[in-house]
DNA sequence: TGAAGCAGGTTCATTATTTGAACCTTTGGT
DNA sequence: ACCAAAGGTTCAAATAATGAACCTGCTTCA
């Protein structure tokens, strides 16, 4: 791991719940010296990626993050694209939506939302990274996704999140084949419990797919019916997406839809 | 410069005007060797801070970017408390208003307004990063801000924007001390022609400024009466920014602006 | 009040990582 | 099918990162 992975990592800490982190904080999450990890601080708190309460000595983000995300959604506005079909598919159907993008060997949230009309709610933090392995994003990131992503994932070991994880590579490959051939990514309870969930990818150009999108619902709320139903709705979504981003849903997998549906 | 600092500085090249940049326009850019380059930017790749445009290659600002911004907008919403009140004072004055904070040596902005109900209007590229010393926000940092900063400028040349900026050291500090004595910043065509600003410091602790709020108008519309006017704008937007900052205005500056206004 | 404890921050010899010239590979144009 | 140009990789040389030890300033408690 590289100088620059290690000093962006310490950026990861900062959560919703954890906004402030002093340097002994940072010395208990990470376990590097302390010396090396005030550099680190250093250097990222001189580019405005941190910002030093000046009192409490705490470090918190920097300015510099929402220089760069203003310019990042102004060329090339994925976020706000993505969000205003999450919104309304999450209001069409009432349970909890979210988009994420592919990044290394995990999916990142770009956003989510809940129209919480159902009494169970399923919780999302935006902050948190998703493995690919254990949710139906992943699923249809892998299956869609840049080709060499199985092999990536086939050098690392597997999690175990719940008691249906995946944790078998073979078996994973089943079930991103099942996801290659339904033209949709279903996975049942795998990464939190009584959690299950639907995906599909959207593209930002012809060829392997930029993220997917996600409905999560409670496992007692999922029926035939509407898993079919919401299927639609993700797939509709999708393409309108993939339409705004610039991209195309690949000709097999559109042919997929068009049968299915 | 060490390697974070050097990785990180390619983000900065990214721009509304550009924002996709191949290896081969970095290596221009930077004059660093392409390996370097493209083992940085794998590195950014690697951590979600840029993504690649499969069919061109090119690199452009990634989501985990977007994340952070989110992250960081929840828990110090610094920038829409800014915001707000910069699109006010932008709307009761008709100029150009924009908000920014110190970072290093220099005055990265967090947002800008432009009501824009003159005639000549004065250009604001929010990701342009502003000098200290050539600008109304920059000598209000100064003289409000961290006392280490004058002292760290001594130490770099002046750059002269126009034929009005301050390019001696002495000359700034005389500057930096009559904006101390009249608790505003006023520089006239210093950073660009033809415009002249005034700007007030805003708090986030008790000590010492964290930011600035800015009126850039045209020299032509800049007469006595409506500068005192807009001094007494910015005086209480900074007040009412460092209040909800969680911040408050130190009690020497605090008198001034009282006997001031 | 003053001594101890602790967190933030700094130094410097050692060590490991970054660096860039040269090389290989892929892509796009004619 | 070739060439040129850009993307990407390798490996010895050089430079920058590392962490134990040290310093400093703040808070706490006898």
Redesign the interface.
């Known amino acids: 791991m590289?100088?620059?992975?290690k000093?962006?990592?310490l950026?990861t800490y900062?959560?919703?719940s954890t906004?402030e982190i002093s340097l002994m904080d940072f010395r208990a999450l990470t376990g590097t010296d302390k010396a090396t990890i005030h550099?680190?601080l250093t250097?990222?708190l001189?580019?405005?990626?941190l910002?030093q309460?000046?009192?409490t000595r705490k470090y918190?983000?920097?300015?510099?993050?929402?220089?760069?995300?203003?310019?990042?959604?102004?060329?090339?506005p994925?976020?706000r694209i993505v969000s205003q079909w999450v919104r309304k598919l999450s209001e069409e159907t009432g349970e909890l939506v979210h988009a994420s993008?592919i990044?290394?060997m995990n999916m990142?949230?770009?956003c989510f939302h809940d129209a919480g009309i159902g009494g169970t709610r399923v919780y999302f933090n935006?902050?948190d990274i998703l493995p690919l392995h254990a949710t139906a994003s992943g699923h249809a990131a892998i299956a869609f996704g840049?080709p060499d992503l199985l092999q990536t994932i086939s050098r690392s070991r597997l999690r175990k999140f719940t008691d249906f994880t995946i944790t078998d590579f073979e078996q994973l490959k089943l079930a991103v084949e099942r996801t290659r051939q339904n033209g949709f990514a279903y996975v049942d309870q795998a990464y939190e419990q009584e959690v299950c969930s639907l995906a599909v990818p959207f593209f930002e150009?012809d060829?392997?797919a930029y993220g997917s999108i996600s409905i999560a619902m409670p496992a007692s709320r999922m029926r035939d019916a509407n898993k079919a139903q919401h299927v639609r709705a993700l797939w509709n979504a999708a393409e309108n997406i993939s339409h705004e981003l610039g991209g195309t849903i690949p000709q097999n997998l559109k042919n997929l839809w068009l049968i299915a549906a």
């Not at 590289?2 to 992975?5: D, L, R, V």
């Not at 001189?46 to 990626?49: F, T, W």
């Not at 918190?60 to 090339?76: N, Q």
Request: charged share 25%; hydrophobic share 35%.
């Open positions: 590289g100088t620059i992975t000093a962006l990592n950026l900062f959560s919703e906004p550099r680190h250097e990222l001189a580019n405005g990626y910002e309460n000046k009192s918190r983000l920097g300015a510099s993050i929402l220089r760069l995300a203003s310019i990042r959604e102004k060329t090339f994925a976020r993008v990044q290394q990142s949230p770009l935006e902050a840049p150009n060829r392997f």
